[in-house]
Every structure is written in C-alpha cells, then in structure tokens.
C-alpha cells in the first residue's frame, strides 16, 4: 500500500553507487520513494576499482570496530542498524573473523548490495557516467560519488562552488584530544600575542622542545617507517602548502624551525624565554574538543606516529582524534557549501552525501548517505524532519561537516568522541562509596566515559527515530 500510494512522486536521483550511494538508494525505497542510482560503472572505470557492484570497497576490508559501547565507530555501526541500514545488514552476512572489528569478504558484500538493490521494487539502476549537475527536471538529486569523482563531474561541482572549494588531495595533520594534552607542560598563546577576527590572544596551544629533544624529535622522523603511495596515488603531486612534515626534516635540520616548528612570537611561561622549537596545536572544532597539530601533515604509518608525536613535551599521554595522512582525494568544503540537511546551498535541490562531503571512512560515508537520504525522502513527501541531535554519532559527524569544522582548514575526519558535545555535569560523574562508607562523586573516566557517550547517543538517535515514524 505504501509503494503505491507514493510512487506518484517524482523519483530521487542519486549519482554514486558506492557505499554512501547505496545506502541512500535503500532508505529512501524503504520509504515509499522511487529511485534512480546512476553508476558510471563498468562502462567508465576509476584507477581504483575492479568490478561494476555497488558498494565495491577498493581499500580495507574492515568496517573497523564493532564495540558499539566503548568505541565512536562501533557506536555508529549500531545507531545504523537501528536506521535499517543495507551496508550493515550485507556487512554481517559477508562478515569474516576479525576480534572485536567487522571485516568481510568484500566479494560477497558489494554483490549482496548489488542483488539487494537490483531486487528493490523502487530502485532502478542506470549505468552511464553524469558528466554534469544534475538537471533542473530532476526535483531532488543527491551526488554520491566519494573520493574518485570523474573529472567532468568535478569541473562541474567546482564551477558552481568555486575554485577553492573542491579538494582533491589529503593532507592530513593529526588531531589530538584537548583534554589528554599535559597543560604543565604546553601553554596557550598565539605568535606575538595576536587576536586576530575571532581571537583572544591565546588560540594555539604551544609545545616546546629544547635543542636536544628538538634534534631527537628530528632523528625520529627521519628514520621512520612511512607508508607508500597506492598505485593509483602516484601521480598525486606533493604542494608547497601540504608537505609532509618529514619531507621538510629532509631538507635540513633547519627546516622545521623555520617552517612549523619556529618558535618566534612565543615565551614559554616556565622560563619567561623563547623555547628552542615549538609545536603548536591549533583548535579543530567549535566545541574545542579537539586539536589539530599545525603543519604536520605525514606519510608515517600510524604507530610511528603515535610513537614519534609523543616524543613532543605536553603530547606524552595524547590521545588522538585522527592521524596524519597524505592521499589522493575528492571533497567539498562541506561546512562552507551545505546546510544542516546536506543541501548544497547555491542549488538547494542538491544533496551530497559520503566522502565526498568530507567524512572519512566506509561506515562514515554510507551513514551520511542515511541522512541524506532521510531529508530528500522528507522534502519529497512533505514531512517535517530535523538533523539527528549532535549527541549521537551520525548528528556529530553531520554537526561536524556541515558547520562544526572550521572552513578554513577543513579535512576528511573519522567519527570520534571528540566530536560530540561534552557530557552534562549529572551524565559525566557517578556515585561510588568510600572506604569510610561514605557515598561520594566521582568524574567517569575511560571506558566507563565512553559508555556514558554512548548511552546518551543511542537514547537521543532512538528518540529521533520516533519523531520521524510520528509524522510519516
């Protein structure tokens, strides 16, 4: 009866049938909504991939961690499956050992998501490239099409955006947790005490480094292990303006104090003198949960990362939000170009959703394709409907690169608790008794944290789910 009664609508046009793609194919159908997916695939391949399915995962096998209490990534694969999301569904018939991760065989997951699609009564599938914007005749579109957009899409997205506004290239600085950086150590201040437009004086957060754990620091980079660029990478060409970090070690010792790593405009409270080198941390988000270590883009392999980074005085405990990371890329600056609901604001009739947008990672990008989804699905039928709350995974990963993000220096980012609004006062502590038997408060830590995000997300992301099935 559904089916029928909206199949009057005009179809939704999604370009893109990778993992975001589909994802927004399958719930918008489940909806009562026809679709259209157009795949450029197989009669237009990218340097990536290999077949003509749907969803075809061309890097890891691994939707990462399924620990949906304790981890950001896991929170989101459950806040998916209560969506009635294909990707989840398909990645647990396709899923293969992998300790406390989802990994699968990718075979049977990206043809499982191809059969289900096709199997749709609302979803068609056309295969050709759109070498364009949508046309104005179709009333809703969303554009889909990750990291490997064709170049004739590309030019098109970046004729109406801008110049500076389309991305094709990584170049990822790691991104700490505010609170896991040792403040007795690192001091907030920015060069020469400046305020600048929306300042204080006191933006960034300064790391010094003395002459021997500055040549220390370097040594460390410069022998590390460093990952290699994918084949279909190697025409990326480095720039001036994105060099990794240990590609400017190599070109003297000198470097890195006179790139990122100079100290001048800064005095270290502990001994009112300029340290030998610092590094600074510049705020990442509007809450100020995270920061971003400036000018430290890197090709490392993560544990050397880790490793090295908390050689740096005040990042010896860093916990981090994302690492560092170099690699061919397709984005927009979302937080500059879309709304709340992921319309592209010069062309509201215009959704984008998956990496493409900014988001980092398979689970990441085929959650933005359930929102996005979600909002055309409610625009066509008329619905009210309202961004998921902040508090849940996917609405902190949409708060995020829709307008959490700083435009200026916006990057591909992983969903990570950093993202979501600290925890009330109440949600944050709990009671525990002494050994004087006496019932005190104490602040949640660690695990017992992350749990406390967790809970609340699911709560909120269920109670958005309810509002939704109200006004359906």
Request: charged share 25%; hydrophobic share 40%.
């Amino acid at each position: 009866m559904l089916y029928n009664r909206r199949m009057k609508n005009k179809p939704l046009h999604i370009i893109g049938a990778g993992l975001a793609g589909s994802e927004a194919a399958w719930q918008a159908a489940q909806a009562g909504v026809p679709v259209i997916l157009h795949e450029m695939r197989p009669e237009v391949q990218t340097p990536a991939h290999k077949t003509g399915h749907c969803a075809e995962l061309v890097c890891s096998n691994s939707f990462r961690s399924d620990d949906h209490e304790h981890n950001a990534i896991g929170l989101l694969h459950e806040e998916m499956r209560r969506c009635g999301s294909l990707i989840m569904r398909e990645g647990a018939k396709a899923a293969v050992p992998a300790g406390g991760a989802l990994a699968v065989d990718r075979n049977i997951f990206s043809e499982g998501v191809t059969q289900a699609l096709k199997d749709h009564p609302l979803i068609t599938i056309e295969y050709g490239e759109i070498d364009g914007l949508p046309p104005e005749d179709w009333e809703q579109s969303i554009i889909a099409t990750g990291p490997l957009t064709s170049p004739a899409l590309s030019e098109a997205i970046r004729a109406i955006t801008g110049e500076d506004a389309l991305a094709f290239f990584d170049a990822l600085a790691p991104i700490v947790h505010t609170e896991s950086i040792n403040m007795d150590i690192a001091w907030l201040q920015s060069r020469y005490d400046k305020e600048g437009p929306a300042g204080t004086g006191k933006d960034y957060i300064n790391c010094p480094l003395n002459e021997e754990e500055y040549t220390a620091f370097l040594n460390a980079l410069l022998s590390a292990e460093y990952t290699e660029f994918k084949d279909w990478e190697k025409d990326t060409p480095y720039f001036e303006g994105c060099m990794p970090v240990e590609v400017m070690a190599s070109r003297g010792p000198e470097t890195l104090r006179f790139g990122p790593m100079k100290p001048v405009g800064l005095t270290d409270p502990r001994t009112g003198q300029s340290p030998h080198a610092v590094v600074q941390l510049r705020q990442d988000n509007a809450l100020g949960t995270l920061y971003n270590i400036v000018g430290f883009q890197t090709k490392m392999k993560y544990g050397e990362q880790m490793r090295i980074f908390r050689m740096i005085p005040g990042l010896e405990e860093a916990e981090f939000a994302r690492l560092g990371g170099l690699h061919r890329n397709t984005f927009i600056n979302s937080p500059k170009l879309l709304d709340t609901q992921l319309r592209l604001k010069a062309r509201p009739a215009i959704r984008f959703a998956g990496q493409i947008t900014g988001c980092e990672g398979y689970v990441e990008s085929a959650s933005v394709g359930i929102m996005a989804a979600r909002f055309a699905v409610a625009e066509i039928l008329g619905t009210p409907i309202e961004p998921p709350p902040p508090t849940t995974a996917m609405g902190a990963l949409l708060s995020h690169i829709t307008g959490g993000a700083d435009a200026e220096t916006f990057q591909p980012m992983n969903v990570n608790f950093g993202l979501f609004p600290p925890l009330s006062k109440e949600e944050a502590t709990q009671d525990y008794v002494n050994k004087a038997g006496k019932t005190k408060r104490a602040k949640l830590k660690g695990k017992d944290k992350k749990k406390a995000y967790s809970t609340r997300a699911l709560r909120d992301l269920d109670g958005w789910l309810l509002q939704q099935k109200a006004a359906a």
